[in-house]
């Protein structure tokens, strides 16, 4: 379980008469299960990315509290993270190794033998459909691709909390298909955590047992899309999310377009 409670984030942009103070996060909170895939949705500068950085441990809170299994991220964050597996928007493969090579080297950085790290590769890469992919040089791979060895280097050391910052950018729609499948199994058959930020509302409604909704750098709402539907009185999601994020006016202004 990873829980969340009042986070804020803050940064100075420009010097001089330029300078100003950005609160990118304000106050998030939100509970994420075991066993259930909880998506942060929310418009593009909402804070999604900037608060799963902070609970990937990338980057340090002005104040709240993160934990993932009750282990404490600011004070313990070694044995925090060693619980999760990281998916950022900057996959950062290395190009010139092949898929295996570069899932093997995080294995191998996670504390894995070169022997656990090779098995488990070759694990992933049945899970996930790309066994084809495993002794290819990353360079040159398809988003779709790139997606799949980030998502299996990220897997290496069998976490039990999987962060995914908007993993479907760029993805067409079979390799969008294939994520969605892999993220089912993972909750379904090995019961993980998971956590994803997004801005595209179907993805969330298809997908996700939870929903936090973010807007301005807090959250605003939280539940299941059944229980957001019927909380604004809505029966399309797109309108709720809408009226969740932006006030009922927009909502109407937008439904009446």
Not at 99 to 128: F, P, V
Not at 183 to 191: F, N, S, T
């Amino acid at each position: 379980m990873i829980e969340v409670q009042a986070l804020c984030k803050q940064f100075s942009t420009g010097r001089g008469r330029q300078a100003r103070v950005v609160h990118a996060v304000q106050d998030i909170s939100f509970v994420a299960a075991d066993g259930c895939i909880t998506g942060l949705l929310g418009p593009n500068g909402a804070g999604k990315t900037t608060a799963l950085r902070m609970v990937a441990g990338l980057l340090l809170p002005d104040a709240g509290r993160i934990s993932v299994d009750g282990v404490d991220v600011l004070a313990h964050p070694r044995a925090a993270l060693a619980r999760l597996g990281v998916l950022s928007d900057a996959r950062g493969l290395y190009p010139r190794l092949t898929a295996r090579e570069n899932i093997c080297y995080y294995g191998r950085l996670h504390g894995l033998s070169a022997a656990a790290a090779d098995a488990r590769a070759t694990l992933l890469a049945g899970m996930l459909e790309m066994a084809p992919l495993l002794e290819r040089r990353t360079e040159g791979f398809s988003q779709g691709e790139r997606m799949k060895t980030a998502l299996a280097r990220a897997l290496v050391h069998d976490p039990s909390h999987i962060i995914l910052d908007e993993p479907t950018n760029g993805l067409d729609v079979l390799a969008t298909r294939s994520l969605r499948e892999s993220l089912r199994r993972l909750r379904d058959e090995q019961g993980k955590c998971i956590v994803f930020s997004s801005h595209i509302m179907q993805e969330v409604e298809r997908l996700c047992d939870r929903v936090v909704v973010v807007a301005g750098g807090r959250t605003v709402a939280e539940g299941s899309v059944p229980e957001l539907l019927a909380r604004t009185g809505h029966s399309d999601f797109e309108a709720c999310f809408v009226q969740l994020a932006f006030g009922p006016g927009v909502a109407g202004a937008a439904g009446g377009a």
